[in-house]
């Protein structure tokens, strides 16, 4: 039993057996198996409603897809995080308000997320939106603070400030849109979300005092895989802005509520490794439009973003999804490696995330050969 307890703590488990282990696995497994089993009847309902994305010259679904997968993943996300609220809630009492700003602006992008997958949205109204949400975790205490950075030199407390704030807004407010853009083949966002938690969760399990971002992470990494379970090629349902938003956003506020800081300075560098994949393919995607002379970069859709590309080389869904999953698995090792993880970990982490990733991915592939007899399915969606 002391060795348990001793290999336990090795994962950063104080007790194998207390309520603060099993109020995140607990909080894990309900997101998950809530999502998962929600889902079937959010798809139906909205078909019926339709709610749903129609065939057209961009996309490469042949009949109506449900586009409100967000929603159910929201339900399960939050669900779980009541559970654990309800078992432990000490885990969270220093953090009360900043763990229910993240909720609040998580809910009040899926509400807009959505209303933009139904009736369309201008950008500026979904930009302006977004920001007063980053204003939200800023106000309430979370941001970046630049003089914490080892790398840059001390600056004023008059230029710290401003500048710590548009830094902070910038941060959130483009991993939100990131998340967003690279939501257009099957599966992709579902699992870089998916690892993307993980990694992160099992980065901030290593430090007594981010219970509060261990809790919030095991709900989103649940609630990802139980939506991945349905969005696998070929999907029967996609997350569209509102799940796409809430994976950005939560993201984003979780490294600011101090994920992966074992000094202030590490408090930005390993979110941006764990994170290269969605922000540098942004980062690529805005500079070519701008570089055409497109004066609204996230306002004109292409086929230039990084999943696009794979899946002109591919052309399986599938494979571009594993191959995007693998990308964000290696940044997340580098992440840790950066934040000094012991070997043990890592290794554990990686498992975890792959045998989670194998087995939700083969339950959809089986699955999907019984629904159509072995028929091959379609190449993916895009958009």
Known sequence: MDSLKA???????????????LS???????AWVFTWRFIPGVRDFALQVGWADQPNARRLNKEPLPNAGGLAIFTGFLLGVVVAW?????????????VLAILLGGAVLVLVGFIDDQYGLTPAFRLGVQALSA????????????NAIPFLPALPAALNEPL?????LLWVVGLTNAVNLMDGVDGVVGGV???????LLATAAQFADRAAAVVLLAGLAGAALGYLRHNFNPSRII?????AYLFGYTLAAV?????????????????????????????????GRLARGIRNPLGHPDKTHIHHRVLARTASARRTAVILWGVALLCGVLGMLAQGVRLPVILATVLVILLCLWFVTYRRVRAHEEETGGVPSSPGRSG
């Open 86 to 98: 309800a078992l432990r809630p000490i885990v969270i009492e220093g953090v009360n308000i900043q």
């Open 255 to 287: 490294s600011l509520l101090g994920t992966l800081k074992v000094s202030a300075g590490a408090s930005l560098l390993v979110p941006l490794i764990v994170l290269a994949l969605p922000l540098f393919d942004t980062t690529q995607v805005v500079i």
């Open 24 to 30: 995140v696995l607990l909080t894990f497994l309900t």
């Open 193 to 199: 979300g998916f690892v993307v938690s993980m990694v």
């Open 164 to 168: 710590s704030f548009v830094v902070t």
């Open 7 to 21: 290999l336990a703590a090795q994962f950063g488990i104080a007790d194998l057996f207390g309520r603060g282990f």
């Open 135 to 146: 204003l939200l975790l800023i106000v309430n205490g979370l941001r970046i603070d630049l």
């Open 239 to 243: 997350m569209g802005d509102a799940g």
